[in-house]
DNA sequence: CTTGACACCTCGATGATCAATGTATAGATC
DNA sequence: GATCTATACATTGATCATCGAGGTGTCAAG
C-alpha cells in the first residue's frame, strides 16, 4: 500500500469526508510530507470503492454537488494492518535517534 | 524522498555496506514492508554519491570486487530530517490506533 | 462581472520501482 | 570436472504511482 493511499484510509478513519476535504486532511496530518494532488486522490478513491474499502453517497451542498466517502470495515481492517507495520517500523527506528543526535 | 532512500541510509548509518547487502538490511529492518529490488537501489546509491550523501570505496573479498558505501554527514542530516518527520507523523497517527482497535 | 474558493474530473508526462536478464567468481555437491 | 547455488555488480523495458495542467460548473465577495 502506497503512503497516499495509506494515509487516506487514516484520515477517512476519523470522519466520512469528500474528495477535495481529503486532500488538505492527508497534508495536515503528515505536516506537510505527503500531499496526495487531486490527480492522485480520485483515481485512488474510485478503486478504494470498487474494491469496498470505501462506500460513498452523494450530497447537495448550496447548489455543488459534492461525493462524501466512508470508511468501511474493510477499509479499517487493511488500515490497521498498514498501521501495525508502520508502528513496527518506528520501534526499529527508534535505535537510530540517538544515533544521528550525537552526529548531527 | 521516497521511503526506500530513506531505509537506504537508515542502514547505512549502523555500518558501512555494499549494494547486495543494503537490500537485505532493508528487508530486515522493515520487516518486509519495503524491500527494493536491485534495479531499485543501484540508480539510487548511484544518485547518493553523486550528491555526496554517501562515499564508497572498492573492495576484493575473495576474487569478487564490492563496492562498499558509506553515508556521509550529509547523508546523515538528511535522513535526520526524514526521520523526525517520520516520527511527528507517527504521533498523529497513534491516535488511530484505540479506534481500529475498537473497530476490528 | 471578474476573481477566488469550492468541488468534481481527466490526461499526458514524469518518476519510482520491479522483473528479467546478463556477467563473473567461489564454493559446495554430485 | 561439471553443475548448481550464493554472492555481487549492473542494465533494460515494463509497469505503477504521482504530479501538473487543464477542463467543468457553482457560489460569494469585491
Redesign the pocket.
Known amino acids: 500500500m502506497?503512503?497516499?493511499?495509506f494515509f487516506i484510509l487514516c484520515v477517512l478513519l476519523e470522519r466520512p469526508m469528500?474528495?477535495?476535504?481529503i486532500t488538505s486532511a492527508v497534508e495536515q496530518k503528515t505536516d506537510g510530507c505527503c500531499?496526495?494532488?487531486?490527480?492522485?486522490i480520485?483515481?485512488?478513491?474510485r478503486q478504494f470503492a470498487d474494491g469496498g474499502y470505501v462506500t460513498f453517497y452523494l450530497e447537495t451542498?448550496?447548489?455543488?454537488?459534492?461525493?462524501v466517502y466512508t470508511i468501511t470495515d474493510k477499509g479499517r481492517k487493511a488500515f490497521k494492518i498498514g498501521l501495525e507495520e508502520w508502528m513496527k517500523i518506528t520501534k526499529s527506528l527508534e535505535l537510530c535517534v540517538p544515533i544521528v543526535e550525537r552526529c548531527c
Chains 1, 2 share one sequence.
Do not use: F, M, N
Not at 469528500?18 to 476535504?21: E, I, L, R
Not at 500531499?35 to 492522485?40: A, H, L
Not at 480520485?42 to 478513491?45: D, G, N, R, S, T
Open positions: 502506497s503512503l497516499s493511499k469528500h474528495g477535495y476535504d500531499s496526495p494532488k487531486e490527480g492522485t480520485y483515481p485512488i478513491l451542498v448550496s447548489g455543488r454537488e459534492r461525493k
